[in-house]
């Protein structure tokens, strides 16, 4: 079993900036972030290897970055330029090659 801590979310005015964080109880081939808004289906936001290999949602391109710290079994998504269509409750998501685990959400809001 793997456990996955996630934290940094919060609401945020258009074109603020927001640090997510999460942590996983063991060391992770693949950990990044989905997301869910109302009413649609859990989408990928973007992921990174252990080796480094990346993957981003075409829509946060260029405004968020994921990030990893191999030693401490975490992964961030450096959020920049948000807007109120990126509001959605955020995964932590963590592939072995083999299962896939999930952390609780947290919740990101981009609004006035």
């Known amino acids: 079993q793997v456990q996955l801590v996630e934290s940094g979310g919060g609401l945020v005015q258009p074109g603020g900036s927001l640090r997510l964080s999460c942590a996983a109880s063991?060391?992770?081939?693949?950990m990044g972030w989905y997301r869910q808004a109302p009413g649609k289906q859990r989408e990928l936001v973007a992921a990174?290897?252990?080796?480094?290999?990346?993957n981003y949602a075409d829509s946060v391109k260029g405004r968020f970055t994921i990030s990893r710290d191999n030693a401490k079994n975490t992964v961030y998504l450096q959020m920049n330029s948000l807007k109120p269509e990126d509001t959605a409750v955020y995964y932590c998501?963590?592939?072995?090659?083999?299962?896939?685990?999930w952390g609780q959400g947290t919740q990101v809001t981009v609004s006035w």
């Open positions: 998501n963590g592939w072995t090659g083999a299962h896939d685990y």
């Open positions: 063991r060391s992770i081939y693949r």
């Open positions: 990174l290897t252990d080796g480094g290999s990346t």
